[in-house]
């Protein structure tokens, strides 16, 4: 069976702080894509990025940057230099059950304070 | 572009009633989505179409749920006899075809509330 987990349920962080978010996906499948997607206080759910399970170098999008290590099934997301505008709950989601559907983990809320 | 727009935003009902809720997905996409989002959870998946065909609707929790496409663009999600378990906000996402690769686009969501 295929499981997603986000075991850091908050994290608080002073702005300009990199911090870091854990994603876990297990999983029999050799091939996959998982999905990051951000929740702001407003409640829309924005996409970030999707990164695929065979390209394990580091992707970088202005402070924002994904690490894939496979012997881990593990996807992290970095903040650099944190700001107040990040606070939100941030979701990875793979597709799941025919590569359609994304499930969703249980997100880790972020909060950066000044 | 326009993106992805549900209706209504909010939704109050009282239990035992029946209710729709709209979504308008992303011009030109084919598939189109419903999760339902719980207090502190992650959105769960209801139900998918591609094109006007519910693709996969595993994730409907009992028949008191139905989904419909009749044109391939909008969808009406519609909940039989509501009950306070309901209660959720219910999310709509649209994404270019129904592939693992394809990112999907979420709307704001309609909020229900069921007293």
């Known amino acids: 069976a295929q499981k997603v987990t986000q075991a850091q349920t908050e994290i608080s962080v002073v702005e300009k702080e990199d911090v870091t978010l854990d994603c876990v996906y297990e999983?029999?499948?050799?091939?996959?894509?998982l999905f990051w997607y951000k929740q702001p206080p407003s409640g829309e759910l924005v996409f970030l990025i999707r990164r695929n399970s065979f390209d394990e170098q580091n992707e970088i999008s202005g402070r924002y940057s994904w690490n894939f290590q496979k012997s881990t099934s593990s996807f992290n997301f970095t903040i650099t230099a944190s700001q107040v505008v990040d606070s939100a709950v941030y979701f990875c989601?793979?597709?799941?059950?025919?590569?359609?559907?994304?499930?969703f983990g249980t997100g880790t809320q972020l909060k950066v304070e000044l | 572009g326009a993106g992805v727009s549900q209706t209504p935003s909010n939704k109050v009902t009282e239990k035992g009633k029946y209710v729709e809720l709209r979504c308008d997905p992303i011009?030109?996409?084919?598939?189109l989505y419903w999760y339902r989002q719980s207090l502190g959870q992650g959105p769960e998946f209801l139900i998918y179409?591609?094109?006007?065909?519910?693709?996969?609707d595993s994730g409907l929790p009992n028949d008191r749920f139905f989904a419909v496409r009749p044109e391939g663009s909008v969808s009406t999600l519609k909940i039989q006899r509501t009950e306070r378990g309901d209660s959720a906000v219910y999310l709509c996402?649209?994404?270019?075809?129904?592939?693992?690769?394809?990112?999907?686009?979420f709307g704001p969501g309609t909020r229900l509330t069921v007293l």
């Open positions: 999983t029999r499948d050799t091939t996959y894509y």
């Open positions: 989601a793979p597709p799941t059950g025919g590569g359609n559907k994304l499930t």
């Open positions: 011009s030109g996409h084919t598939a």
């Open positions: 996402a649209s994404s270019l075809l129904a592939s693992s690769y394809n990112e999907q686009f």
């Open positions: 179409f591609q094109g006007t065909g519910a693709a996969d």
